[in-house]
Nanobody, 127 residues
Framework: QVQLVESGGGLVQPGGSLRLSCAPS????????MGWFRQAPGKQRDLVAV???????NYADSVKGRFTVSMDNAKNTASLQMNSLKPEDTAVYYC?????????????????????WGQGTQVTVSS
């Protein structure tokens, strides 16, 4: 079964940057929407950023202006550039993808609408 594989997490000081990448274990079909979710200890998993093939990205209010999501349609890969990181950004970050083209942002926020997930990568922002 196809899975998504994340890389790029780690420990960074406040104000620093990290870049997360996501790629499928097999590139046998096209993904319509790819998203990044995160889950901090004791909290629910929330959408951070989402982008569709050829579409405009959307961001959670908490990361607007600091994070940038991109997608390579041909390779089905996605990246999340995270700048000006804050301690509250500390979480496990998950890449998610779906073959469907979900037009509604409300639907994109719902993790249940993604059939492919990565194993998660830890991002820790601490001095």
């Amino acid at each position: 079964q196809v899975q998504l594989v994340e890389s790029g997490g780690g420990l960074v000081q406040p104000g620093g940057s990290l870049r997360l990448s996501c790629a499928p274990s097999e590139n046998t079909f096209s993904l319509g929407v790819m998203g990044w979710f995160r889950q901090a200890p004791g909290k629910q998993r929330d959408l951070v950023a989402v982008i569709s093939s050829g579409g405009t990205p959307n961001y959670a209010d908490s990361v607007k202006g600091r994070f940038t999501v991109s997608m390579d349609n041909a390779k089905n890969t996605a990246s999340l550039q995270m700048n000006s990181l804050k301690p509250e950004d500390t979480a496990v970050y998950y890449c998610a993808g779906t073959r469907r083209r979900i037009p509604s942002l409300r639907a994109r926020v719902n993790g249940a609408n993604y059939e492919y997930w990565g194993q998660g990568t830890q991002v820790t922002v601490s001095s």
